[in-house]
């Protein structure tokens, strides 16, 4: 079943049923003020934190309430409905729906009763608050008189956890006045006599506004059960079935922004009004609303000015293949996915509630690799901060708060680090997972003088990025496990296989080697010949470790626990296939073409379904050991045999680096949300953003997927994507060519910018293979290669380039 459909021109997914099977959100805003909203104006707004800046209340598992609503009342006929088709919810037999979910906006527009609305919410470019611009008209023969409400359900305390949880508290502190064309909020007003800087236990007053620009204000409402009424709800709150909010004010308990207009409109006549939103003093609320006196312009510019913005950075990578589902993804909502999770992390969505307040080491490293082909200064910012949340002895820092200092850190071995993070120890792949990103990063610009910037460690010294990767290699030797593989730590990726202090994860193993094969090109770019040496003799011993020990007649195992069991072997009655060893032992370069071939199939006979492959099984559940997390979920869910999205990625990377096109892009469709459009009601998730995992074999609901948005997924399939089925493969001297895409393809085209120059690239593929290539025209002239140098590249004009693969 499909609720709605890409309309790729205007990059917007148009969702014309509103009873979608999942809240569907798009993120507004930016790290300064973040805002997510649904397809039925459901969500939440923070300042700089959803932890300590909330704005918006939402009450999570409560399915998608409140919001940021706007209800339509016809005084005449007394009839009235928001313009989100929630809370209001009449039947859709008579209101007409559609959501348009943009770039950093949302458009929901409404048709009932001759009365169309369309309700644009946005928070403009460089700008700490939001709007929610209302174009009402009359498409009627009569003329109508309406009185237009919103509402804003404000928290009590920009801590979430104290406006959820702590009520002998948070309902004492809050208070509403209404100044002008506004509600002004403010939390510990008692605390207005206090000096510039001067706190009580931290506290000091906080001012929110909301306010109405465009149209006088009829009546409002403080006070959230004033507005809503005791026995009534969002759907029919009794402000908006009186007509009339009263005027009613908060000393205590709930307060909210709600705030009435009535306006009289001829047949055919529109108005224009904003709400606007935001965590401000006055004076400077006073300033913002005034800048909106005539909405209608302001806020179709400032919309301009966000596609503007969101379009450039598309633009540098843009793709034409004969598949609409993958195009619509990489050229539009994945690239907006991975932006998204490079920017929140795993901080805010409909899922994870705002509480982690600060980057996971290894999320935040892998999920910079997402946007380098977009925006690589971006991706540059980040992972300099990320080099400098590096500890000195090479390890990473397990969590990284927002509020990081370089330099001055304490590290999981201090109990300080311990307490305040609640993570004991080192993992073992956290800082290993520099190494792709930061190859990915110096081979897309070309930018090696990088590796030669000194970079603070968290807790002390600096060094070179070179040096900051050397100690990365160092952090890996010094913890060794007794077979000579890394040792386990405190997990690997796998946040759920505890192999313990000493026990050794292949999935690091590999990881491990392939960042030894990285760090030598950097070395030999650098004519550091002695470290050249010492990488190659520790790159054999690991290799013959792993080719002795990891490799199980047709598969790589899981690893080793510290007891010396061995984990994911084929005789193992639960877990004996897993899905990470087989792929990374190909990414990595690590299996023979036999290994490989074999490892592969096996993953495709034994983990692979329609909607991608699980991450082991069978799952755990009478056979796990001790350090076997994943036993705690119930079957055929996240890591106990779940479909886990981020290792799709790697999966369809690796068939790609083998040249199986057919395959790579197999596992591409059946785990890509755009190609279940048209099967939402079992996918449940928003069909234009990947979830963390969809539900695998095991469980009675395969195929239905979780934890939208913010995911390793996003990075890590636009990697199997760009690199593995499109085959853009940058080194230090140039762009390699080398598509892997299904056989049936006539052959695709891309825009890309590169090192500051574009490429137009044509890939033709008449002879319908699924890798390979036979020449390639640069600019007119023929080569017998897939190799782009840097210096045959025009700076003014297009590169035209024709890859003939058959
Ligand atoms: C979650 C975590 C990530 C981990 C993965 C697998 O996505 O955020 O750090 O690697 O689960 O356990």
Not at 428 to 441: G, H, N, R, S, V
Not at 789 to 798: A, I, T, V
Request: charged share 20%; with cysteine; aromatic share 14%.
């Amino acid at each position: 079943m499909q609720f709605g459909y890409f309309d790729n021109e205007n990059r917007e997914y148009v969702i014309t049923n509103p009873k979608t099977p999942a809240p569907w959100a798009n993120y507004l805003g930016s790290p300064e003020y973040g805002a997510l909203i649904s397809n039925n104006a459901g969500g939440y707004s923070f300042a700089k934190s959803g932890a300590n800046g909330r704005i918006l209340r939402y009450v999570f598992n409560n399915f998608d309430q409140p919001g940021r609503y706007i209800y339509i009342r016809d005084n005449d006929s007394k009839d009235y409905w928001s313009a989100s088709w929630q809370p209001v919810g009449k039947s859709l037999d008579t209101y007409k729906s559609e959501c348009h979910h943009g770039i950093s906006y949302t458009k929901i527009m409404a048709d009932y009763s001759d009365i169309h609305t369309e309700a644009l919410y946005y928070v403009p470019l460089n700008k700490t608050y939001e709007v929610w611009n209302l174009k009402v008209t009359n498409n009627g023969s009569e003329k109508r008189n309406l009185t237009l409400t919103g509402y804003a359900e404000f928290t009590n305390n920009s801590n979430y956890e104290q406006d959820q949880v702590n009520l002998q508290y948070s309902l004492f502190i809050s208070r509403t006045s209404f100044v002008e064309n506004r509600i002004r909020q403010t939390v510990h007003g008692n605390l207005d006599v206090l000096g510039a800087g001067e706190t009580v236990d931290d506290k000091r007053p906080t001012d929110r506004i909301f306010g109405l620009a465009g149209a006088d204000v009829s009546s409002y409402c403080g006070d959230k059960e004033v507005f809503i009424g005791r026995c009534n709800g969002y759907g029919n709150p009794d402000g908006v079935v009186n007509g009339d909010l009263g005027n009613a004010l908060s000393y205590n308990e709930n307060s909210c922004g709600a705030l009435s207009t009535v306006v009289e409109l001829m047949p055919g006549e529109t108005k224009n009004i904003a709400f606007i939103l935001g965590l401000k003093e006055n004076d400077e609320a006073e300033a913002i609303m005034n800048s909106y006196t005539d909405p209608a312009d302001v806020c179709e510019k400032e919309l301009a000015e966000l596609k503007t913005y969101w379009g450039e950075k598309f633009s540098h990578f843009q793709v034409q293949t004969p598949s609409k589902e993958f195009d619509s993804m990489i050229n539009t909502w994945h690239a907006y996915n991975c932006f998204m999770t490079f920017i929140w992390s795993r901080a805010a969505s409909f899922i994870y509630c705002g509480l982690r307040n600060g980057y996971g080491y290894r999320d935040t490293v892998q999920d910079i690799q997402g946007i380098i082909h977009l925006a690589p200064e971006m991706a540059a910012d980040k992972i300099r901060f990320m080099l400098s949340a590096q500890v000195a002895n090479g390890g990473g820092l397990p969590l990284v708060k927002f509020t990081h200092n370089a330099g001055h850190e304490d590290t999981p071995d201090d109990a300080s680090y311990v307490k305040e993070t609640g993570h004991p120890a080192y993992r073992a792949d956290d800082a290993l997972w520099l190494f792709p990103t930061i190859y990915k990063y110096v081979t897309e610009t070309g930018n090696l003088a990088f590796m030669d910037e000194v970079i603070p460690y968290a807790n002390k010294d600096e060094g070179t990025v070179y040096d900051h990767l050397k100690r990365a290699i160092d952090f890996s030797m010094k913890h060794l496990g007794r077979h000579g593989m890394p040792a386990g730590l405190y997990a690997d990726w796998n946040d759920c296989l505890r192999l313990g202090k000493d026990g050794e994860s292949s999935f690091v193993a590999l990881q491990f080697y392939y960042a030894m094969t990285i760090l030598r090109k950097f070395a030999e770019y650098k004519n550091d010949s002695e470290y050249i040496s010492y990488l190659d003799k520790s790159q054999k011993d690991l290799w013959n470790v792993i080719q002795n020990l990891c490799w199980n007649e047709d598969r790589f195992i899981r690893g080793f626990t510290e007891k010396g069991e061995v984990i994911g072997k084929r005789t193992d009655p639960e877990a004996n296939m897993w899905l990470n060893p087989q792929s990374w032992a190909v990414i990595s370069g690590f299996a023979s073409k036999a290994q490989a071939e074999a490892a592969m199939e096996n993953v495709y006979t034994q983990l692979n379904t329609a909607f991608g492959a699980v991450l082991m099984d069978p799952p755990y559940h009478a056979h796990a050991f001790d350090g076997a997390l994943a036993v705690i979920y119930n079957q055929g869910v996240k890591e106990n045999a779940g479909i886990f999205s981020q290792s799709q990625g790697w999966l369809i990377l690796a068939e790609a680096l083998l040249g199986h096109g057919n395959r790579a892009f197999e596992y591409y469709m059946e785990n890509s949300p755009a190609a279940q459009n048209d099967k939402a009601e079992v996918r449940k998730l928003e069909p234009y953003c990947y979830g963390q995992f969809t539900e695998g074999k095991a469980s009675p609901h395969f195929g239905r997927s979780h934890v939208h948005w913010l995911t390793g997924t996003a990075s890590t399939v636009m990697v199997g994507s760009v690199e593995g089925i499109l085959g853009m493969r940058p080194d230090f001297y140039g762009l390699r060519i080398a598509p892997s895409i299904p056989a049936e393809w006539d052959g695709f085209t891309v825009e890309k910018d590169f090192r500051g120059k574009h490429l137009h690239i044509e890939v033709k593929n008449p002879g319908h293979a699924e890798s390979g290539f036979k020449c390639m025209e640069i600019n007119g002239q023929t080569i017998f290669n897939n190799y782009v140098k840097d210096e045959w590249l025009m700076s003014n004009g297009d590169n035209i380039i024709t890859l003939y693969m058959s």
